[in-house]
C-alpha cells in the first residue's frame, strides 16, 4: 500500500484544516486507516482511526469533538477534518494503514509520509 498525505499548513488557533490520506496498490476492505502526529522532543501519537468496511471511528480524547475522519470509497482517500486548532495541535500527522487493533496499539502495516500542521498566531 502506497499512502499519500497531504493537507498540511499553518493556520492561526481557532482555525480549521483538511488533511488527506490517498492510498493506492491494494484494497481497503477489511481494514483500518488511522492517523498519527509527532511533535517536535516527543513520541509519535495516536490520533483517529477508521474502519473502511463499516466506517466505525475512534479518536484521541484531547481531539474529540473538534476533529473528524471520514472515507471516500471512490477516491479510496481517508480524510482528517480539524476544527479548532490549537498551538498543542502542532505536529507532523501521518497516515497508515492495518488491522483496526494494530492501529489502536501504534502498529499499522504501513505508513505514509507526513505532512507539517502549524498552528501559531
Known amino acids: 500500500v502506497q499512502l499519500q498525505a497531504s493537507g498540511g499548513g499553518l493556520v492561526q488557533p481557532g482555525g480549521s484544516l483538511r488533511l488527506s490520506c490517498a492510498a493506492s496498490?491494494?484494497?481497503?476492505?477489511?481494514?483500518?486507516v488511522g492517523w498519527f502526529r509527532q511533535a517536535p522532543g516527543k513520541e509519535r501519537e495516536f490520533v483517529s482511526v477508521?474502519?473502511?468496511?463499516?466506517?466505525?471511528?475512534y479518536y484521541k480524547d484531547s481531539v474529540k469533538g473538534r476533529f473528524t475522519i471520514s472515507r471516500d470509497n471512490a477516491k479510496n482517500t481517508v480524510y482528517l477534518q480539524m476544527h479548532n486548532l490549537k498551538v498543542e495541535d502542532t505536529a507532523v500527522y501521518y497516515c497508515?494503514?492495518?488491522?483496526?487493533?494494530?492501529?489502536?496499539?501504534?502498529?499499522?502495516?504501513?505508513w505514509g509520509q507526513g505532512t507539517q500542521v502549524t498552528v501559531s498566531s
Open positions: 477508521i474502519n473502511w468496511s463499516d466506517r466505525s471511528t
Open positions: 496498490g491494494r484494497t481497503l476492505t477489511g481494514y483500518a
Open positions: 497508515s494503514v492495518g488491522k483496526w487493533r494494530a492501529v489502536l496499539a501504534r502498529s499499522p502495516d504501513y
